[in-house]
Nanobody, 125 residues
Framework: QLQLVESGGGLVQPGGSLSLSCAASGFNFENYVIGWFRQAPGRGREGLFCISGTGSYRTYEASVKGRFTPSRDNTKQTVTLQMNSLKSDDTAVYYC??????????????????WGQGTPVTVSS
């Protein structure tokens, strides 16, 4: 069965960096797009990126552009989110999600099929 497991979250100071991973199993990984999302305390979930089966990506959230970079390794069935220049506003639980369709990046949350359990990121001094 499809499984997604996020890791790499933690406490980091403002201006610091963190790398999150999403390990996938149980499905034909390269034929799925993978999304990165986050949910800050008291706020709704927001989409950050959608990474196609070949590694190209679509940015959903303008505030992370130039600071966060997603990537994927189809041989290892993992997706990474490199986060640099972190701000307190980046504090959230970060999730990855999967949807079948190698190049289809959804416009709506409800189009994503499966979710990981999330990994918390706290940006604070």
């Amino acid at each position: 069965q499809l499984q997604l497991v996020e890791s790499g979250g933690g406490l980091v100071q403002p201006g610091g960096s963190l790398s999150l991973s999403c390990a996938a199993s149980g499905f034909n990984f390269e034929n799925y797009v993978i999304g990165w999302f986050r949910q800050a305390p008291g706020r709704g979930r927001e989409g950050l990126f959608c990474i196609s089966g070949t590694g190209s990506y679509r940015t959903y959230e303008a505030s992370v552009k130039g600071r966060f970079t997603p990537s994927r390794d189809n041989t290892k069935q993992t997706v990474t989110l490199q986060m640099n220049s972190l701000k307190s506003d980046d504090t959230a639980v970060y999730y990855c999600s999967a949807r079948d369709g190698r190049f289809y990046c959804p416009d709506h949350d409800w189009e994503w099929h499966s979710w990981g359990q999330g990994t918390p990121v706290t940006v604070s001094s």
